[in-house]
């Protein structure tokens, strides 16, 4: 079941979504190493990536290991994003993704992310700066089925994702829930199947209550989509991608002994460390571990003994006592 966004070709088609304070490279290089075939960045703002400095040396990182990989950026006007979406291509980010689709409301209240879901003119000129900004790149976008929940026409959407394969966009990726439903309630899976019929020919991605591996071939089967983005369901799992092929393939999926989910553990705070500093990179160790431990048969037990963790050797000792050192 292979996927193509644009010329990249992708040899499975459930990949790691765009998650802000997860999908950074030390969290895509785990869920590569253990079989996701594509990652997306966290969202970038147009002009942190414009910025020379700490932050968009922090942000902006790739690895050979981390191929195909889409970096997203963020923004409001269409300049300033092509000039963002040149940055990335010239540091090699196989595919540029522009996100239409944040409910946060600092950045709606900006007009930026998921207000561009009513303002269909500003989407298509985005998309179309961006795309003479990057001959041969392919772009993506992610979109929300609307912007109010009320509306069930979509015509913004449809307005938008038209528009963008008019303009050349290599594949629309589609968070089936509205931008003011945020995380709450439902993704309309109806909704998916009906924007794979209305573009029969063109790349689908689909998002939302991606919940397991079998939930992700599940939408494959169900929509029609040409490939799935893993989000929540993701987080805590990066084996949520070996477990999708496994399933795939007919085979019962494989769950990380405890030894192995403590050697991925130390691995993703050793990537931390080095992409951050070793202060920082224990404070997201110690909010990832919580992640992780929804694998551990004693969750909540192993959650109670992190939240009171500060140094690193009190981490250490609360994941070897329950990973078994
Ligand atoms: C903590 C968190 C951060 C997210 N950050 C981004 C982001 O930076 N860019 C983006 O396009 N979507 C982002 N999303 C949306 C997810 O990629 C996905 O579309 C959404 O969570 C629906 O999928 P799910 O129901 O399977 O989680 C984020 C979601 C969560 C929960």
Redesign the pocket.
């Known amino acids: 079941m292979p996927l193509r966004i644009g010329d990249v070709a992708i040899d499975f088609p459930v990949g790691l979504?765009?998650?802000?304070?997860?999908?950074d490279l030390p969290y895509r290089l785990i869920c590569r190493s253990l079989g996701a075939p594509f990652c997306?960045?966290?969202?970038m703002l147009d002009r942190q990536i414009l910025l020379e400095g700490k932050l968009r040396k922090r942000l902006i990182r790739l690895d050979p290991a981390d191929h195909p990989v889409a970096g997203?950026i963020?923004g409001i006007e269409p300049e300033t994003m092509a000039e963002a979406a040149r940055s990335l291509d010239r540091m090699g980010f196989d595919i540029i993704?522009l996100?239409f689709?944040?409910p946060v409301r600092k950045v709606v209240s900006h007009k930026r992310g998921g207000a561009l879901m009513k303002d269909p003119a500003r989407a298509l000129a985005t998309v179309r700066a961006v795309i003479e900004a990057v001959p041969g790149r392919p772009v993506t976008l992610?979109l929300r089925r609307s912007f109010r929940t009320s509306d069930t026409a979509n015509e913004d959407f449809w307005a938008i994702a038209r528009g963008a394969f008019e303009a050349g966009a290599a594949a629309i990726?589609v968070?089936a829930?509205s931008v003011e439903q945020k995380?709450t309630g439902r993704?309309d899976w109806g909704f998916l199947a009906a924007v794979k019929r209305e573009f029969p020919d063109r790349t689908i991605l689909g998002?939302?209550?991606?919940?397991s591996p079998a939930e992700s071939l599940r939408m494959l089967a169900e929509t029609g989509v040409d490939g799935v983005?893993?989000?929540?369901?993701a987080?805590g799992n990066p084996w949520f991608f070996g477990q999708a092929r496994d399933l795939a393939a007919g085979r019962p999926p494989r769950q990380p002994a405890l030894d192995e989910q403590r050697e991925v553990i130390y691995r993703h705070f050793r990537l931390a460390s080095e992409a951050y500093d070793p202060r920082r990179g224990l404070k997201m160790l110690r909010h990832c571990s919580l992640q992780y431990a929804k694998m551990h048969p004693r969750r909540t037990d192993l959650r109670n003994a992190l939240v009171p963790v500060r140094t690193e050797a009190e981490w250490r000792a609360v994941i070897d006592a329950f990973y078994g050192a």
Request: aromatic letters at 6%; a neutral charge.
């Open positions: 979504g765009a998650l802000a304070g997860y999908s997306i960045t966290e969202a997203q963020m993704d996100n689709a944040c992610k990726a968070h829930r995380y993704a998002s939302g209550d991606v919940t983005l893993a989000a929540r369901g987080i």
